[in-house]
Antibody, heavy 122, light 112 residues
Framework: EVQLVQSGAEVKKPGESLKISCKGSGYIFTSYWIAWVRQMPGKGLEWMGIIYPGDSDTRYSPSFQGQVTISADKSISTAYLHWSSLKASDTAMYYC???????????????WGQGTLVTVSS | QSALTQPPSASGSPGQSVTISCTGTSSDVGGYNYVSWYQQHPGKAPKLMIYEVSKRPSGVPDRFSGSKSGNTASLTVSGLQAEDEADYYCSSYAGSNNFNVVFGGGTKLTVL
């Protein structure tokens, strides 16, 4: 069974750093892209970026380029989303998803993690 | 990129059919057959319901169907059931070598 298990909820102060995780199991982790998706409170879904754990090839949505860092450790089948300096506007639920791909194009997620709630408040 | 445009709400009675639209541009919905639809119940993660415009993942009831015409994609839910009440989001590949994807703003489906 394919599973993506994310790390637990976080409460941080503005300016602090944070790395949340997403551990895959039940499939070959290095063979599928992993995407990160943001959902701000009461709002819709936003595609942040995507990583291929096999070689750490990473692509960012223009809106999130330079705002976050996506990485992966294939030895432990885990992808990460990292902030170096959090802002209150980073408060949101963050989902990882195994990307749905067709040949050389990835366009969505077929299996999703349970989400990690990040709250940034002074 | 702007988000895809969805109606904020839709509704229908049990057993009826409801169609939710998703309008983009020739740079996303109209340009690629990579439209997906997701169902999200309150407090839960999104669930893939339709991919590549009209394909259903294993386990998704055939009451859910997808289509596309020009820059507008549609999700139709036939034989509405109480458990179909949820938020529905469309998404589309938006081109470029950064695998960019755009989402719609979501539609709240109410089963009356």
């Amino acid at each position: 069974e394919v599973q993506l298990v994310q790390s637990g909820a976080e409460v941080k102060k503005p300016g602090e750093s944070l790395k949340i995780s997403c551990k895959g199991s039940g499939y070959i982790f290095t063979s599928y892209w992993i995407a990160w998706v943001r959902q701000m409170p009461g709002k819709g879904l936003e595609w942040m970026g995507i990583i291929y754990p096999g070689d750490s090839d990473t692509r960012y949505s223009p809106s999130f380029q330079g705002q976050v860092t996506i990485s992966a450790d294939k030895s432990i089948s885990t992808a990460y989303l990292h902030w170096s300096s959090l802002k209150a506007s980073d408060t949101a639920m963050y989902y990882c998803a195994r990307a749905k791909c067709s040949s050389t194009i990835c366009y969505g997620g077929d299996y999703w993690g349970q989400g990690t709630l990040v709250t940034v408040s002074s | 990129q702007s988000a895809l445009t969805q109606p904020p709400s839709a509704s229908g009675s049990p057993g009826q059919s409801v169609t939710i639209s998703c309008t983009g541009t020739s740079s996303d919905v109209g340009g690629y057959n990579y439209v997906s639809w997701y169902q999200q119940h309150p407090g839960k993660a999104p669930k893939l319901m339709i991919y590549e415009v009209s394909k259903r993942p294993s386990g998704v009831p055939d009451r859910f169907s997808g289509s596309k015409s020009g820059n507008t994609a549609s999700l139709t839910v036939s034989g509405l059931q109480a458990e179909d009440e949820a938020d529905y989001y469309c998404s589309s590949y938006a081109g470029s070598n950064n695998f960019n994807v755009v989402f719609g703003g979501g539609t709240k489906l109410t089963v009356l």
